[in-house]
């Protein structure tokens, strides 16, 4: 079953809001992005899809990802 996700974005923004103002500005952005919120429709329906894509973000951007955390460059030459 495909599920949007919007409203657990949504949901996510206002209960970060008043202590993680980075995250509720996130979730904002995604619930505005079809793109992404079709990535996010992607997690099994057991599983929060902001905190999942958010860690997953997170975890890329650290290097955790698989590969040396540069795997973007690779895509553009």
Request: without cysteine.
């Amino acid at each position: 079953m495909v599920v949007d996700p919007t409203g657990a974005f949504e949901w996510y923004a206002d209960w970060t809001a008043d202590v993680l103002p980075l995250y509720e500005r996130l979730a904002r952005g995604v619930a505005d992005d079809r793109v992404l919120l079709d990535i996010a429709n992607e997690a099994r329906e057991e599983q929060p899809a902001p905190q999942l894509l958010f860690a997953a973000v997170h975890a890329l951007l650290l290097g955790g990802g698989g590969g040396d955390g540069n795997d973007h460059e690779n895509d553009q030459g």
